[in-house]
């Protein structure tokens, strides 16, 4: 049902993100990732406690290399941000429905 202020009421164009060969969809990334960055997925959206460790990334009780999280980030699955100062670990919105493509 569409609200007031839905674009579709307003009368705007609406467009819908489809999967195209420069961003495709959930299903076809989560078929393209290696097994280590499906565990670094995972670990990133489990484990609340994420830091910097020499090269890499201490997240939970794993240690993801500075090379995976960099992989990550340029297929738009995974940011750093500042939370307290501190660098963390987030899924991004593609990233977040991969993880759940996975479960």
Known sequence: MARRGDPINR???V?????SP???GPAE???TLTRSQRDAL?????F???RKAGKGWLVGDRRLSEKLVERLEMMELVEESFIGGQPTLQL???GRAIEAKLQ
Request: glycine letters at 4%; a positive charge; charged letters at 30%.
């Open 48 to 50: 609340r406690r994420q």
């Open 15 to 19: 467009t819908l993100m489809l999967p």
């Open 42 to 46: 995972r670990a990133i959206a489990f």
């Open 11 to 13: 009368g705007e164009k």
């Open 92 to 94: 991004t919105i593609v």
């Open 29 to 31: 990334t989560a078929k």
């Open 22 to 24: 420069e961003h495709p």
